[in-house]
């Protein structure tokens, strides 16, 4: 018991640690309250991201809800009801979410994103079923069903193709070309949503208002998913739009764990052993999002390649529900190693060296530029300002890397690291998502829904 209590303490803490960072990237706001942004208000992305949002959204309702009197409890509820009331209210007249928005609800997004309509529905959904289980008061309770009611209409009438049992999409969590077509990680996200949709509307929308036939059709897409996305007896990361299976390596082989649909373990271990063994970075240790073949007009490399870090915390995840508690262990150690002297965990790192090369021959030479707003999948007619502001982001987040953000180490053939886009929310929420399932304190609430 002594044991326990202990255990249970030092998570506490550290979970509290996590938090006062996420917090530093939150603002303010009269008509919400607290915002989530993906990086503090004046850094890289000073913008309410959907997709991240709904990651920490996640984390932010087994936090409220956990049996544990963690400190933090209140203060993710708050966030939550906060976001839900946010998205609620920046939902598009069609029924869709963009892929950013500032802060007073402005969509600034510049991509075809189609997956935020699931993580939008998800967001309210974790939030309606959390004060659901803490008993608390929800105002303009129907307007979030009509919301979610759109929201659902909209994915199946304008996003789903029924001949393929599938959702199309043209960028995701990637943000880039390679990312066209159906895609783990868009399927997997919209079956999340669909889902916890399912659980609302059988538990609170007393009224009907969520439509039954949208729920109906998650029947058949949970099967379609479970079993178009195997390969090799592993998952696969896409289908082309021509129908070609994309077999390449891609942290989106872990969406079916991430969005908690394990109906084939086996499969799901062999993508685990495919994603350690092709994305592992050979310098700096943890895994890649995908292979930097940088000649590729779809890849993006992004200051450098190099770990991500949310993504390694992910990986992490997987490894403490499988039981492997001392991979979990080792992959969070390394994430601590990268830490800056705040205790901020960054969105990714790359080697001086790379970093070098990409200032060099793509920054500089425009070909960046290129790859980042390349006219197929931006947004019909985006406004070029949304452009320009993008633009000046980057580069301002390139000196800034270059300036401050390197870690020089002379013994080293690659010269040292950088880091880039530090504190991110995201890295943070997924980390305290790792702490929790090592504690075990994750999937006994996640079985429940």
Not at 62 to 85: P, V, W
Not at 203 to 224: C, E, G, M, T, V
Not at 302 to 307: E, I, L
């Amino acid at each position: 018991m002594a044991k326990r209590t202990k255990e249970l303490t030092k998570l506490n803490d550290q979970l509290n640690e996590h938090m006062e960072i996420i917090l530093k990237c939150t603002i303010e706001n009269k008509k919400y309250g607290r915002l989530l942004l993906a990086s503090p208000p004046k850094s890289r992305y000073p913008y309410v991201y959907p997709r991240d949002t709904n990651c920490a959204t996640q984390l932010m309702r087994r936090l409220a809800g956990s049996t544990n009197d963690y400190d933090c409890r209140e203060q993710a509820f708050k966030i939550m009801e906060s976001m839900a009331h946010f998205m609620k209210d920046c939902i598009s007249p069609e029924g869709s979410w963009g892929q950013r928005y500032s802060l007073d609800g402005e969509d600034k997004s510049i991509y075809k994103q189609e997956d935020n309509v699931a993580h939008g529905i998800a967001i309210i959904c974790n939030y309606l079923l959390t004060a659901r289980f803490l008993k608390r008061e929800v105002k303009d309770m129907d307007d979030f069903f009509v919301c979610i009611n759109k929201a659902l209409d909209h994915s199946y009438t304008k996003l789903y193709e029924k001949e393929l049992n599938l959702f199309y999409s043209t960028t995701s969590i990637h943000e880039s070309a390679m990312e066209e077509g159906y895609t783990c990680w868009v399927n997997f996200s919209f079956l999340y949503a669909y889902s916890l949709a399912n659980e609302v509307a059988d538990k609170k929308d007393k009224k009907n208002i969520i439509k039954a036939d949208f729920l109906n059709f998650r029947h058949q897409f949970l099967y379609s998913v479970s079993e178009l996305f195997i390969g090799d007896s592993r998952y696969i990361r896409r289908t082309a739009p021509d129908g070609t299976r994309d077999m390449r390596p891609d942290f989106t082989l872990l969406s079916p764990f991430y969005f908690g649909f394990l109906h084939y373990k086996t499969q799901m271990e062999n993508s685990v052993n495919y994603i350690e063994k092709q994305l592992w970075d050979p310098e700096l240790g943890m895994i890649m999002r995908y292979l930097p073949f940088y000649k590729d007009f779809s890849t993006h490399v992004h200051a450098g390649n190099g770990p991500w870090l949310q993504y390694t915390a992910v990986l992490a995840q997987f490894h403490y529900w499988n039981g492997n508690i001392s991979r979990g262990d080792e992959l969070l150690k390394m994430i601590d190693s990268y830490k800056n002297e705040k205790g901020e965990i960054p969105e990714h790192l790359s080697t001086c060296r790379r970093f070098e090369e990409f200032m060099e021959r793509e920054w500089n030479t425009g070909i960046d530029f290129q790859k980042e707003f390349y006219k197929p999948i931006l947004l019909d007619n985006v406004d070029f300002d949304k452009i320009l502001e993008e633009a000046n982001n980057m580069h301002k987040s390139y000196e800034e890397t270059g300036s401050h953000c390197i870690i020089r180490d002379h013994t080293s053939s690659e010269g040292g690291y950088i880091q880039f886009a530090a504190p991110l929310m995201w890295s943070h929420a997924e980390y305290a998502r790792a702490l929790l399932l090592r504690a075990g304190d994750w999937w006994k609430i996640h079985r429940e829904e």
